[in-house]
């Protein structure tokens, strides 16, 4: 219960007239861990009587297709909960940071409601939070009361009440080639189970379908997983999106939404009582990649992949259509829009979560590494390219397996290129770390400097180290050898036939060292060059 009440008053929280004499936190995970913390330790008397008042706080909140889904399926108290929370149990400058991060939303180019995490992406708190609420919910099902929720507590079938049925439309699914796509049947019910069904529409799953429901009458697609940049890595405030135009699927909603369904899954299946949630969000964000591999925000595309069946997440998607099509009586695109239609929809829109998302690298863009600006005018590439051409930096030679430490490797290499060797910019198109990152160069557009006479027919991707005589990591192998160029090549960057070459067989040089070449001669599109 008492995780459970901690994340009602967060959510409360929202409504709190703000504290006026607060300087304001830092938007860092380690701030929302820290007002959980103080929650957990400061409520665990009276935090039963808050639960009740967060809920009402909730019911009475500004009403959106999302949040009628998360009242719908989640946001009920347990009814024997009734008085007033205390205000005071929570210092102001934490009161005032969970009522700022407590709503995602994106406007004007920018987006609110998210902090930066250790491993140095954008975190959306809002779907973290009902993931999280979701999951602590899904274990207590069975006992909860009858009423608990409109949706049968012990199914997780949410159908059951809409009274509808999956339309057999998965053509794009009996076609996919991605191994996580197309190895369940839509009606599986094995493969789906319950917490994840409930968690996914949530979390994930309303705001998805919504997203490109409303998209596909204006015709524009949603631009999924847009990043953006924030005003001060030190101690963060402001993120500006990169596409001004991105709707709300940006980076930090769908890493949000993925982090609470993982956390949510975790959550239901360890046993009570649940450990504190800010020890839980320690370990997830804070262990990095000595964290448990199941279990570490750096890896959460390769967990959600393995947690998230692609036909089940449509279905889920397609569940949560119906549903607000009886909860959002007002929403005419949904009224009318028949239910083949919107399973069309759902089908496209988990199509691009798992491919364009799940399936595709994790990428910092350059200003979460802090990258100088280049300088010129950089030369745009003839997309697509046909190779792609594989280095190891040598120096730096320790692989970095922080998200700090490869970022300060990345403003070193940067500065030896621009100040020693008298380039434009960081010579690679794109640098892999061992952290569980892909750090983005001169990226996917403009002519690199890696491969001298080669620059503008592939792309230059450098491990992180000296790899002479050892081996990156089999996760950053993993990133260079299938994800990275499958990715590529869905998105028209890099031509479906196209080759891998050392460094070493174009420019006399013993790049990417003797261990790591010996290793690329076997890789799928490794190419012998004849001399
Ligand atoms: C909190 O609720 C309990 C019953 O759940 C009640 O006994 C107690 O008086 C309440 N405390 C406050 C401060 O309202
Ligand atoms: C809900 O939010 C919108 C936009 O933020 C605002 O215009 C409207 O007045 C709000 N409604 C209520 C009932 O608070
Ligand atoms: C799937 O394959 C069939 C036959 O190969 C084809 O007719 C159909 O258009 C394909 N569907 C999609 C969505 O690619
Ligand atoms: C939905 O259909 C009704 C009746 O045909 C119409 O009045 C309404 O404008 C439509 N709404 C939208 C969003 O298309
Ligand atoms: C790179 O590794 C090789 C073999 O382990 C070693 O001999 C060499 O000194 C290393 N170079 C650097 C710069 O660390």
Excluded at 88 to 104: D, G, K, T
Excluded at 464 to 490: H, K, M, Q
Aim: charged share 15%.
């Amino acid at each position: 219960m008492k995780a459970w009440g901690v994340l009602w008053i967060v959510l409360g929280l929202l409504l709190w007239p703000e504290p006026e004499t607060a300087s304001p936190l830092p938007l860092v995970m380690d701030s929302i861990i820290q007002a959980l913390a103080e929650l957990e330790q400061n409520v665990l008397v009276t935090e039963a009587n808050v639960t009740a008042s967060a809920r009402i706080l909730l019911s009475a909140k500004n009403s959106s297709a999302h949040s009628s889904l998360h009242q719908h399926l989640l946001l009920k108290a347990p009814s024997h909960i009734t008085a007033e929370p205390d205000p005071h149990s929570l210092r102001p400058e934490l009161q005032a940071l969970l009522a700022e991060v407590a709503q995602h939303d994106v406007r004007d180019g920018q987006e609110y409601g998210v902090v930066l995490a250790p491993d140095g992406s954008t975190v959306a708190v809002e779907p973290l939070l009902v993931g999280l609420e979701a999951g602590l919910q899904g274990h207590s099902a069975a006992n909860l009361p009858s009423d608990c929720l409109a949706i049968p507590c012990d199914t997780g079938d949410t159908l059951t009440n809409v009274g509808a049925t999956w339309p057999v439309l998965m053509d794009a699914f009996t076609n996919a080639s991605s191994p996580d796509v197309g190895t369940t049947l839509p009606n599986d019910k094995a493969k789906a189970p319950t917490t994840v069904g409930r968690l996914l529409a949530v979390a994930l799953a309303g705001d998805l379908g919504l997203t490109f429901l409303h998209r596909s009458q204006t015709g524009s697609p949603p631009g999924l997983g847009t990043e953006g940049c924030w005003d001060q890595l030190s101690a963060p405030r402001v993120f500006t999106l990169l596409d001004p135009t991105a709707s709300s699927l940006t980076m930090a909603f769908l890493n949000g939404a993925l982090d609470g369904a993982l956390l949510g899954d975790h959550l239901s299946r360890i046993p009570r009582p649940h450990p504190p949630l800010s020890h839980l969000l320690r370990e997830y964000y804070g262990a990095g990649v000595n964290g448990d591999p199941a279990f570490r925000s750096n890896f959460r595309r390769q967990n959600g992949a393995a947690l998230i069946s692609a036909p089940a997440l449509a279905q889920q998607v397609w569940e949560a259509f119906v549903l607000l099509q009886t909860l959002e009586t007002g929403h005419g695109q949904l009224q009318n829009t028949s239910q083949e239609r919107l399973a069309q929809v759902a089908t496209f829109a988990t199509k691009e979560f798992t491919e364009a998302f799940l399936g595709c690298p994790a990428i910092h863009p350059r200003c979460r590494w802090e990258a100088a600006p280049y300088r010129g005018h950089p030369t745009p590439l003839q997309l697509p390219l046909g190779f792609l051409y594989v280095h190891h930096t040598y120096v730096p030679a320790p692989p970095c397996t922080t998200f700090r430490s490869c970022a300060a490797d990345m403003r070193s290499m940067q500065r030896f290129h621009q100040d020693v060797r008298r380039w434009d910019d960081i010579g690679y198109s794109f640098v892999v770390g061992s952290d569980g990152y892909v750090y983005q160069g001169r990226g996917w557009h403009w002519v690199g400097a890696h491969t001298r006479g080669h620059n503008s027919r592939g792309f230059g991707v450098a491990f992180v180290g000296n790899y002479t005589g050892s081996l990156p990591s089999e996760a950053a192998l993993n990133t260079v050898r299938d994800v990275l160029p499958s990715c590529a090549i869905r998105a028209g960057l890099l031509r479906p036939d196209y080759k891998v070459l050392g460094h070493r067989q174009l420019v006399h040089t013993d790049c990417p060292g003797n261990a790591l070449f010996n290793l690329l001669r076997t890789w799928p599109h490794f190419t012998v060059v004849e001399n």
